[in-house]
């Protein structure tokens, strides 16, 4: 890895090199992790203490790997490389910040209340077709995944795409100060995470600290028909770049057909960023939803200003692959299966309900509680009962202290949706059978803390 000797890592982290006269001094590392499974020969292994184990445990094990040193925040009993800090977590986060300046890969950064992991996914859809992408997996979009996924890339990278998730004030700004993005994606300002950031001003105001720490000539993708994101009228002097299905922007989209839950097909109108050229490129997108016709607009948006050519970024975004937990499809032989349990909002909610109510089977919604809303958490889960007033769906099950809320609003609009609900997850795995029939299209969504995946996994059993 570039510019990451032994000696370099030490200054970069501030911490003191013990054991290390033996080391080439030109020699750099081939890796680091957090996991010592994961170790290979002349990686470095950071000692995280975690909940479950303490990495300065595994000392022995990582040099029987072949690792090159180690970072410890106390002092070890071994006779091999390996630097002392204060935080080895803060260690992580400097050596990326300082790995990060070292690499010339085009490095994107992702955030939004609601749809990251989706337009990250379509953004390194659209690009994979004319580079090298790296981008973040599974859910590294902490203090901790983010550092890890730049320790991710290699010089064989053109492009990075991260994934920024956050949940108070200042934590972006931390993100930010270690990814530098030359590319800023904000997808939405929704309903999240308002135990610490109060309200959708508070959201904006934490999400746009993304801003803060951009490279000086960023550039900077935002949603138009977000009224949070469309009053920022600049960003370090520029225009920000919008895209929008229902207001004049840099992207539009037209002829928005809905191919049920099978995808979305639509037409994205914008001008080509390398010549002046006016497009409009159709697509077909392999996943369901309106809002997933956003999201291949951001990455339409990215792709342009990276220089992709419309067929490749078609090309792209035609072979989307749906990841596990968000809105993946999943049939059984028995019933079709909307895995969205990954994570749950108000927004994301409503939007998942529009995309199980295109199913032309049955439709079974399964709800579970959504966390860290604040005081008005009990009224946003009514409002996504009320929703139901809205939609065709045969059946609701709701599971937890919350979703009562959700539950009462059902019955109380009116609608003909059968409805049941279970205070306990072990509940509704006890009944889960009676509850469902053949052929069903099930939509399963949930608060991650929920463990809905359990549920996921009885319907797939």
């Known amino acids: 890895m570039k510019n990451l000797t032994l000696k370099q890592i030490a200054a970069a982290v501030n911490g003191t090199l013990y054991h290390g006269e033996t080391c080439d001094d030109c020699k750099e590392i081939a890796g680091a992790v957090i996991d010592s499974r994961k170790v290979e020969k002349d990686y470095l292994f950071i000692a995280v203490k975690g909940e479950r184990a303490d990495g300065h445990d595994f000392a022995n094990d990582i040099f029987d790997k072949g690792a090159m040193a180690m970072i410890a925040e106390r002092e070890m009993d071994i006779e091999k490389p390996y630097i002392l800090v204060k935080s080895t977590l803060q260690a992580l986060k400097d050596l990326a910040a300082f790995y990060r300046e070292q690499i010339t890969a085009k490095v994107i ?11 990250k996914e379509m953004i390194a859809a659209a690009l994979s077709p004319k580079y090298q992408v790296l981008k973040t997996e599974g859910n590294f979009n902490n203090e901790i995944g983010v550092p890890l996924t730049l320790l ?3 010089d064989y ?4 795409v ?9 934590e972006m700004h931390r993100l930010s100060y270690m990814v530098k993005p030359d590319i800023c994606v904000l997808t939405n300002i929704g309903l999240c995470h308002l135990e610490n950031l109060g309200s959708r001003d508070g959201v904006l105001k934490a999400k746009t600290e993304m801003f803060d720490y951009a490279s000086e000539d960023c550039l900077v993708v935002l949603n138009g028909d977000d009224d949070k994101l469309a009053g920022i009228d600049e960003v370090h002097g520029k225009k920000p770049i919008f895209y929008s299905m ?3 922007a840099d992207l539009t989209a037209e002829e928005v057909r809905t191919r049920g839950i099978c995808g979305m097909s639509c037409s994205v109108i914008y001008t080509d960023y390398q010549t002046g050229t006016h497009r409009k490129l159709p697509l077909n997108i392999p996943v369901g939803g309106k809002h997933n016709v956003y999201n291949a607009m951001a990455a339409i948006a990215v792709g342009n200003l990276l220089g992709v050519s419309p067929q490749e970024m078609e090309q792209g975004i035609a072979s989307l692959q749906s990841v596990g937990g968000r809105l993946h499809m999943i049939e059984t032989g028995s019933y079709t299966i909307i895995d969205d349990c990954y994570n749950a909002n108000p927004v994301s909610v409503k939007a998942s309900l529009d995309v199980l109510d295109s199913a032309d089977t049955r439709k079974v919604a399964i709800l579970g509680d959504m966390f860290e809303l604040g005081t008005e958490e009990k009224e946003l889960h009514r409002m996504v009962g009320d929703y139901f007033k809205e939609k065709h769906i045969d059946a609701a099950i709701l599971v937890g202290t919350l979703s009562e809320n959700t539950y009462l609003a059902i019955k109380d609009s009116g ?3 059968e409805t049941y ?5 072990e509940d509704v795995l006890d009944y889960l059978d009676i509850m469902i029939k053949q052929g069903d299209t099930i939509l399963v969504k949930a608060s991650h803390s929920m463990h809905f995946e359990k549920i996921v996994e ?4």
């Open 458 to 461: 009885k319907l797939k059993s």
């Open 109 to 119: 950064g992702i955030s939004g209340s609601v749809g990251k992991t989706s337009t």
């Open 415 to 417: 609608v003909s949706t």
């Open 162 to 170: 991260i994934e920024m998730g956050i949940s108070d004030f200042e």
């Open 157 to 160: 990278h053109e492009v990075a």
């Open 152 to 154: 991710r890339i290699r």
């Open 246 to 248: 229902e207001h004049p």
């Open 421 to 425: 609900y279970y205070e306990t997850l």
